[in-house]
């Protein structure tokens, strides 16, 4: 039974967000299925160069989603977008991109997994939002999911910015670039925390005993 999200009629901006949504999904789920394929036909955990840089371009463009909220094109709240956005954004040009050998890390890989199956539910589900018809499935996967996929990508984030700055960014030619890390890994303890909240008010407020009431 599909759960009814939203009325109206279709417009430019409906359009929009359906193609939009339905492209970062297959995008994000092109990462995830490259990753696992890697691990359950090579047995490896590195991600190879390729899905490295493709995964990159793909969270880069989540820049959209900062200014989607900034404009009001989606009601999204704009600091708490725009801490997450800018998490993996470090990620994947502070720690990633300058130290490649840390994708042999297992981390690496439970990062990109975490991410990877976490905005293709999302996307997935926003898809449908603007159609009007959300699967009652897809509607507690994308307020559910998050517990689980929450603290294995924070762990993981956590631990590759470890593996760069007691590795790497040790002999990093910007000799302040070390304390840098240690400053964004200090950060990591209240913005983790509001970001979680912040989630999981969100699953009490559709998911919660007032949800059905609310939506009908």
């Known amino acids: 039974m599909a759960k009814s999200t939203q009325k109206g009629g279709f417009t430019?901006?409906?359009a929009y967000l359906i193609l939009y949504n339905a492209a970062s999904a297959v995008a994000w789920l092109t990462v995830l299925g490259r990753v696992v394929a890697t691990i359950?036909?090579?047995?490896?955990?590195?991600?190879?160069?390729?899905?490295?840089?493709?995964?990159?371009?793909?969270?880069?463009?989540?820049?959209?989603?900062?200014?989607?909220a900034l404009t009001g094109v989606v009601p999204a709240p704009v600091f708490t977008t725009a801490m997450q956005v800018a998490s993996?954004?470090?990620?994947?040009?502070?720690i990633t991109y300058p130290f490649p050998q840390l994708n042999t890390s297992v981390f690496y890989s439970s990062m990109?997994?975490?991410?990877?199956?976490?905005?293709?539910?999302?996307?997935t589900y926003f898809v449908f939002k603007q159609i009007d018809s959300v699967p009652?499935?897809?509607?507690?996967?994308?307020?559910?999911?998050?517990?689980?996929l929450y603290p294995l990508g924070i762990s993981s984030e956590v631990a590759m910015t470890l593996l760069a700055l007691f590795g790497p960014a040790q002999?990093?030619?910007l000799g302040w670039?070390?304390?840098?890390?240690?400053?964004?890994l200090l950060s990591y303890i209240p913005g983790s925390v509001v970001l979680y909240s912040?989630?999981?008010?969100?699953?009490?407020?559709?998911?919660?005993?007032g949800a059905n009431k609310k939506s009908q």
């Open 40 to 68: 359950g036909y090579k047995g490896t955990w590195f991600v190879p160069l390729v899905v490295d840089n493709f995964a990159r371009i793909t969270q880069t463009f989540a820049v959209m989603e900062v200014l989607h």
């Open 177 to 184: 670039y070390p304390y840098a890390l240690g400053a964004v």
């Open 112 to 123: 990109l997994i975490a991410w990877a199956t976490t905005e293709v539910i999302r996307y």
């Open 136 to 148: 009652a499935w897809l509607h507690w996967l994308r307020y559910s999911a998050f517990l689980v």
């Open 198 to 209: 912040h989630m999981l008010k969100q699953r009490r407020k559709y998911l919660g005993a």
């Open 88 to 94: 993996r954004l470090f990620l994947m040009w502070a």
């Open 171 to 173: 002999e990093f030619v």
């Open 12 to 14: 430019a901006k409906k």
